[in-house]
């Protein structure tokens, strides 16, 4: 390989892309190593992410959060994203957990750091960027990264958009790879629930390397397979269907009582898979299994309009943990390559491809129909004539259903990515001074194929139902198909193959033909495309031929990027029709292209005096011309202050960018479903003090009770106006190394970020709220998005999208210690790592229409917001056995909205998720030179979140054990 020493330390800087990694880090993996590295290699060895200018350790004024290979190892999955949600740092939105309810989304897993969104957390690979795994967007899914070809992740924990461009708002995550491996390398793990849950995953890693050619090349290969299994949300031991019911002793809202109640059993007698008759009165008739008609179960308690409590159970209502998901089923086959080839002593080409192919089903609710199917009582050809005499022989009955004689409506995702990064890298000479350089180019492509299986087709619904008996043949059949039937006004509902409707029998579960079911139901389909092209390159050199200042020469670098992003949905003809009961979406198309150019400089101003060991100022400069929003700024300085050797003090501040990715740009009008609880309502029109005046102008009588138990329609898009977000960033802290407790390092930093003109999707609860809650009048703009039955004045549809809306501030403070300690001063062989990692979080609002600062919506303290998250990993390390013990610790939450004027302890009880401390045991052991066995217990207590919380943060499936083995040949 290149064998220049500084030319190879400030390529690794650019070939990374990265902040130093503290000393901290540097001497916990050196302390842990059993042989000591060379000294030549200890000269070479520069380490960086968040910079493009190579530097000593210590020297950089960004915290950085770092993990290695043997950590990840220690969490016993696959699933990269849900291991980096365990950090305090991270949040757990958008990991395989949080994505069971999506669907272009299922099988993903994603970083969000901050919890302010994955679209603001920009993922890395070496430095470069990576194709977005979620159509329209920048969301890396995590687990198309092989954690077998990981050495450590990098996680910058401030705003990076000078140094990275857009996206960096909250941070980097910088995943840093393997390479030059030599030797052959067979791993294999598995995990599986201790309690019955399930959960299990299973995971086989192939890497065989060689170097060539004398060592000036290197070929490594890379193939492996993954497997998650299914777990249901019923499988999860706490879940009972919890939910909440009105308090009966409760009277008002300040009485000091709980105004509702926690309790499991919530379900709905208004619906069931084998049919409810006349679902919204009193008088609701239920089926079992083969047709038989028989009275519905009563609630105890209620919920709402269309949910209530059953402590003893109902056989025959809806649960709507039967249905859903808490892991959907991955498999995933990932193979890929390196190769670096040294073309001279000053020039090395570089190239690695990947190939990733993930075959994932998630399940959802059969398709239903809630009160809106009608049924002819005097001829409907499958009713009984003792239910006919029940319902009094004549006019129409309304009846509830899922459709689970269907089948559940799953999604299949086959999903392929295809990635290439290609350049070169190398150091010349400019007179006296080396110029580190490189240029590179990355493509990216995801493929997507989606299938909802088991849609229904409304209108031949219809038609289905209202069957007749054909004289002729005595054999039911579709009104549709017999002429005699059909009065002087009929109209076919037909839409899709009229010709040949198939009576349907809805009463009991799958008393309906196989045509039948076929007939009234199908499948979506859709394609989603997405493609990255990515060219740049850098230079880094510093001016010290020229001059010094003080503390020494000043380090530069510079350089360039061409992005093209793009991305398309192809929907299936049937499905844009509208014919189906799911959403009826459109074909989507989005693509820009942006240039890029960025300059950044480190100047040592003073350095080796009293008091002022270190004095280094940092900035960076980045400038953007996007094609569909124009030109964005960034900037970013930092300083390092040094007054003792063992003392630093770093602070930065930056400004920010985030340009709106390609759905909030581009994605066409299109229908779904929403939910709202109407602010009009009796029971919520006194929450805001204008709301009772505005729904009065809007002609809503004052004891209206809304039925918004039910989805109701929304229009929404993308916003080809949107203009880019900006955001501010400082953080502010020291590091402390102090001489005379050798392998100790001590961080606490203060951060602080402000986004303003954040995107939002404006949610149809926040329009339907913003409309009655203006002070004065009612919100034109807002109230002209609600259409309302003119009748009943329930809300019928809700136009939304995208809008430069929102603001958020976020603030805490992060500490790390870092301990090695030789155990020989206690006569005992070995030593011991600790490693405590502690975050407070002091402020977290989110404004979500900025324009209205007094309507704040407070995060901190609430659900997947804790004040405190802590994380503590003990390791023991003799000669060929290594112990780990780690604790993770949540702070206590609440479940209500602390906002102000928002909810109060009195709404809920319990109102809260207690503090949560799991504990994990694990070990490696050399069995021999080749060999190396691991396996640990995690959440070896099996403590547990109660079961009125689904939050992905949280360890809901308890004790678990896995084991792995590894098999190594030189």
């Not at 198309?144 to 996680?155: D, G, K, M, S, V």
């Amino acid at each position: 390989m290149i064998n220049h020493k500084i030319a190879k330390a400030v390529r690794l800087a650019l070939a990374f892309g990265a902040v130093s990694t503290m000393a901290l880090t540097s001497s916990m993996a050196m302390a842990q190593d059993n042989t000591e590295p060379k000294a030549e290699e200890k000269e070479e060895r520069i380490t960086v992410t968040g910079s493009r200018i190579a530097r000593s350790e210590l020297s950089q004024p960004t915290p950085i959060l770092t993990l290695e290979a043997k950590d990840i190892a220690r969490f016993g999955t696959p699933d990269l994203g849900s291991i980096l949600a365990e950090l305090p740092a991270i949040g757990a939105t958008d990991t395989l957990a949080g994505n069971a309810d999506a669907n272009s989304d299922a099988g993903l897993s994603s970083a969000d750091l901050r919890r302010l969104g994955a679209k603001r957390t920009l993922v890395l690979i070496n430095g470069k960027r990576h194709v977005a795994g979620s159509p329209g967007s920048m969301q890396v899914d995590l687990s198309t990264i092989p954690a077998a070809l990981i050495e450590r992740i990098e996680i910058i924990t401030g705003g990076a958009s000078a140094i990275y461009g857009s996206d960096a708002v909250t941070g980097v995550i910088n995943v840093i790879l393997k390479e030059n491996y030599e030797g052959i390398e067979l791993s294999t793990t598995g995990s599986q629930s201790l309690e019955g849950v399930g959960a299990d995953n299973f995971t086989f890693n192939l890497v065989a390397g060689t170097d060539i050619s004398d060592g000036r090349g290197n070929f490594t290969f890379f193939a492996g397979a993954d497997r998650i299994g299914e777990t249901m949300a019923a499988d999860i031991r706490q879940f009972n269907n919890w939910g909440t019911v009105f308090n009966d002793d409760s009277l008002t809202e300040t009485d000091g009582i709980p105004d509702e109640l926690r309790a499991p059993m919530v379900g709905s007698e208004m619906i069931h898979a084998n049919g409810v008759l006349n679902p919204f009165s009193d008088d609701r008739l239920v089926f079992d299994a083969n047709g038989n008609h028989m009275a519905q179960c009563t609630r105890t308690q209620t919920n709402s309009f269309a949910f209530g409590s059953f402590p003893n159970g109902c056989s025959t209502g809806f649960w709507q943990e039967d249905y859903e998901n808490y892991l959907p089923k991955v498999k995933r086959f990932t193979i890929g390559s390196t190769f670096n080839y040294d073309i001279t002593d000053e020039m090395q080409f570089f190239t690695d491809f990947k190939f990733t192919k993930s075959d994932i089903i998630q399940q959802a609710q059969p398709i239903f129909r809630f009160g809106n199917i009608s049924v002819n009582v005097a001829d409907n050809a499958f009713m009984s004539d003792d239910l006919r005499t029940t319902l009094g022989g004549e006019g129409n009955v309304t009846m509830a259903k899922f459709f689970d004689e269907l089948g559940n409506r799953f999604g299949k995702n086959d999903r392929e990515l295809f990635r290439f990064t290609g350049g070169i890298e190398g150091v010349f000479s400019f007179s006296q001074t080396d110029v580190d350089y490189e240029l590179f180019y990355v493509h990216g492509k995801t493929s997507n194929v989606r299938v909802v299986h088991n849609d229904l087709i409304v209108d031949n619904l219809t038609a289905a139902l209202d069957s007749v008996i054909d004289p002729a043949t005595g054999q039911a059949v579709c009104r549709s198909q017999l002429p005699s039937a059909q009065p002087d006004d009929y109209v076919d509902p037909a839409s899709v193959d009229a010709g040949n409707c198939q009576a349907y029998n809805p009463f009991g579960f799958s008393q309906s033909s196989q045509a039948a079911m076929d007939w009234v139901s199908a499948d979506t389909h859709r394609s989603d495309t997405i493609t990255q092209e990515v060219f740049g390159g850098s230079i880094a050199t510093d001016f010290g031929q020229w001059f010094e200042l003080p503390g020494g020469p000043v380090g530069f670098s510079a350089g360039f990027e061409y992005r093209e992003e793009e991305y398309e949905t192809i929907t299936d003809a049937l499905t844009r029709s509208g014919v189906l009961a799911g959403a009826s979406t459109p074909n989507e198309f989005g693509q820009y292209d942006v240039s890029e150019g960025f300059v950044e400089f480190s100047a040592p101003l003073l350095a080796g005096m009293t008091g002022i060991q270190e004095l280094t100022l940092d900035g960076a400069y980045r400038y953007a011309d996007y094609s569909h929003t124009g030109v964005a700024k960034a900037w970013k300085i930092g300083l390092m202050y040094a007054p003792i050797e063992d003392f630093r003090i770093r602070a930065t501040h930056g400004f920010a960018v985030r340009a709106p990715n390609l759905t909030e740009a581009f994605s066409p009008l299109s229908p779904g479903f929403g939910r709202i609880s109407d602010p009009c309502d009796a029971d919520n029109i006194h929450n805001d003090p204008d709301r009772a005046a505005n729904c009065a102008a809007l002609g809503i009588p004052t004891d209206f009770q809304a039925n918004d138990n039910v989805s109701i329609n929304k229009l929404s898009g993308g916003n080809p106006n949107l203009l880019s977000e900006d955001s501010t960033s400082t953080t502010f802290g020291f590091v402390w190394t102090p001489e005379f407790i050798k392998g100790f390092s001590w961080t606490l930093d203060y951060y602080e970020i402000e986004i303003v003109d954040a995107i939002i999707d404006v949610d149809v609860q926040d329009i339907a709220n913003n409309c009655v809650d203006a002070t004065g009048s009612p919100d034109s703009d807002y109230c002209s998005a609600i259409d309302r039955d003119p009748v009943t004045h329930n809300v019928d549809l809700i136009r939304s999208g995208f809008l430069n809306a929102s603001a958020l501030n976020i603030a805490g403070i992060e500490s790390e210690v870092r301990y090695t300690m030789p155990l020989e001063m206690f006569s005992v062989k070995g030593h011991l790592n600790i490693n405590f990692f502690a975050s407070k979080l002091l402020d977290f609002k989110r404004f979500e229409f900025q324009e209205r600062p007094d309507e704040i919506n407070v995060e901190k303290g609430e659900v997947g917001d804790p004040e405190l998250q802590m994380r503590i990993s003990t390791t023991y390390d003799m000669d060929d056995l290594s112990l780990n013990w780690s604790i993770r610790y949540l702070d206590r939450v609440v479940t209500y909205d602390v906002s102000p004027e928002g909810g109060s302890p009195e709404d809920l009880y319990p109102g809260w998720v207690p503090s949560m401390t799991t504990h994990d045991f694990s070990g490696v052991y050399h069995l021999t030179d080749n060999v190396q066995l691991s396996g640990g217990i995690r959440n070896i207590f099996d403590n547990i979140p109660p079961g009125y919380t689904s939050d992905a943060s949280y360890d809901l499936i308890g004790r678990r054990a896995f084991v792995g083995m590894k098999i190594s040949f030189e």
